[in-house]
């Protein structure tokens, strides 16, 4: 009999590959071989300086956070979550609140920083992605810069009609895409001439390296369809900064053809997720959910971890276990062990379709302690470059094109995400050993993975082997 070796990744549902070849829109489609690590709160300095061991774990993109101008805290503080009470969404959030569209802040870098971290990215073949939000403002307006105001011809034509209106209902559309959310005023992303403003900052940033963009509320941006704002004649961004159909006043987007991007569309009732993917990919939220309860249950069902609870199939979608949303603004995914997260990544990454995306917690992080060392620009906890991790990126890469079949004990305690007869990944994720017998197309042979020197055998299309908690096997 003989002896097939086996890459192991120990975590539960590893993070979706996408489908083969590259999408039909008008920019480039990731490929079902590529992974983004998102570098959350990482400086742009620290990116580079972990650049090569990024590229050795098996990812293809690294996601910055926002390199827009932003509001300084007092004294330049760089708390991921600052004192008690001070603010819900601490430091880290300040990125997220624009003073003007140029490259840098206080917080990740300057412009020179951004170029050399593009530059490292470049040499390692890693491809940068860079968080944008065009959407909104500072809470603080008085922080916003003489040039933005003077670019769009005034303060007031900066903002929609109902820009500092609060929405109410996220699923009317026109509060949605016109209104003020959790405080942050929303641009008349319609104004032509912000557009052309906004374009230049695009440009500098694909000039500098950058290889593609992930829209921050890019479903609070309207659609072709959606209801006007009374400042707006048409419903035209995503036509200019995604199809790249059009310009702005003149200046198109650079490099279009070379460029991966994907937008924020947070599901709802009414939220157009099928329009928005004509345009981009977008993020299989509901996807993630389901994978949680999964994981936080330590046992799953084969139907729901196949069907991607979306209107778009999978090759238009940016899968996760958890987003820096889920992990920093309600807790809804901190409370799971960097073993279950591990699990789920596994399981997304032996998919056939999404292109998962790899979040980075705080280094020092616990489950009692959701801010670790509490410190925007470190990198991030050790598990972007676990044994189990990197395995499960490279088996992603070996099963390119082989079709997937997920299928799970009877307990649905372990997860089978079969690619074809080439291979497929085990994945317990309850916290308990299990001995499995179960229905495999992989040949007859003795399998050993090759994290754990684990062995599984195959013989008359039956796979057997026992499985460590919270462990995952990828077995060739």
């Known amino acids: 009999m003989k002896k097939l070796m086996i890459v192991a990744a120990a975590t539960l549902l590893a993070a979706g590959a996408a489908v083969a070849g590259r999408h039909t829109r008008n920019n480039v489609g990731a490929t079902d071989t590529d992974v983004i690590l998102h570098a959350w709160s990482w400086s742009f300095d620290t990116i580079a300086a972990n650049m090569k061991q990024i590229a ?46 140029k490259i840098g802040n206080y917080l990740l870098g300057s412009r020179e920083s951004f170029k050399a971290m593009a530059d490292s990215a470049r040499k390692y073949g890693v491809r940068v992605i860079v968080d944008v939000l065009p959407n909104h403002t ?14 769009v011809g005034g303060r007031r034509n900066l903002f929609h009609a109902n820009g500092f209106t609060p929405i109410t209902d996220y699923n009317d559309r026109l509060q949605c895409t016109t209104g003020e959310m959790g405080g942050l005023p929303d641009v008349n992303t319609e104004n032509p001439d912000f557009q052309y403003y906004y374009m230049q900052y695009v440009n500098d940033l694909i000039n500098l390296g950058a290889r593609g963009f992930r829209y921050d509320t890019a479903k609070h941006i309207g659609l072709p369809s959606d209801p006007l704002d009374p400042k707006a004649k048409r419903n035209n961004f995503w036509e200019i900064f995604a199809a790249a159909r059009e310009s702005a ?79 920093a603004n309600e807790h809804e995914s901190a409370g799971l062990t960097d073993d279950q997260i591990r699990m789920g990544w596994v399981l997304l990454a032996a998919r056939d379709a999404g292109v998962p995306l790899f979040f980075s917690r705080p280094a020092g992080s616990t489950r009692q302690n959701y801010w670790g060392n509490n410190r925007v620009g470190p990198r991030g906890n050790d598990e972007f470059f676990h044994p189990e991790v990197v395995a499960a990126n490279r088996f992603r890469v070996a099963m390119n094109g082989e079709h997937e079949t997920i299928s799970t004990n009877p307990g649905g305690e372990v997860v089978m995400v079969a690619r074809g007869n080439k291979g497929a990944a085990l994945i317990n994720i309850s916290q308990r050993d299990q001995k499995i017998s179960m ?29 460590a908690p919270l462990t995952s096997y990828l077995l060739y």
């Open 56 to 101: 050795d774990a098996g990812y293809t993109y690294v996601q910055t956070s926002p390199a827009n101008t932003c509001i300084v805290a007092e004294g330049g503080e760089k708390a991921l979550m600052s004192a008690e009470g001070d603010s819900v969404r601490g430091k880290w959030y300040y990125y997220y609140q624009p003073t003007d569209w």
């Open 249 to 327: 006043n003149g200046l198109s987007m650079l490099m279009p053809d070379s460029l991966y991007i994907y937008g924020e569309v947070l599901q709802d009732r009414n939220v157009k997720e099928g329009e928005y993917a004509e345009y981009m990919d977008v993020t299989a939220s509901n996807y993630g959910h389901e994978l949680r309860h999964a994981l936080e249950q330590g046992h799953a069902d084969a139907a729901t971890l196949t069907s991607w609870h979306h209107t778009a199939p999978g090759n238009r979608l940016v899968t996760w276990v958890e987003s820096h949303d889920t992990y």
């Open 138 to 151: 500072a809470i603080d307006t008085s922080a916003i810069r003489p040039d933005l105001d003077a670019a």
């Open 439 to 467: 229905p495999t197309a992989l040949p007859d042979g003795t399998y050993i993975d090759a994290v754990h020197s684990t062995t599984f055998k195959v013989k008359g299309g039956t796979l057997t082997g026992r499985l």
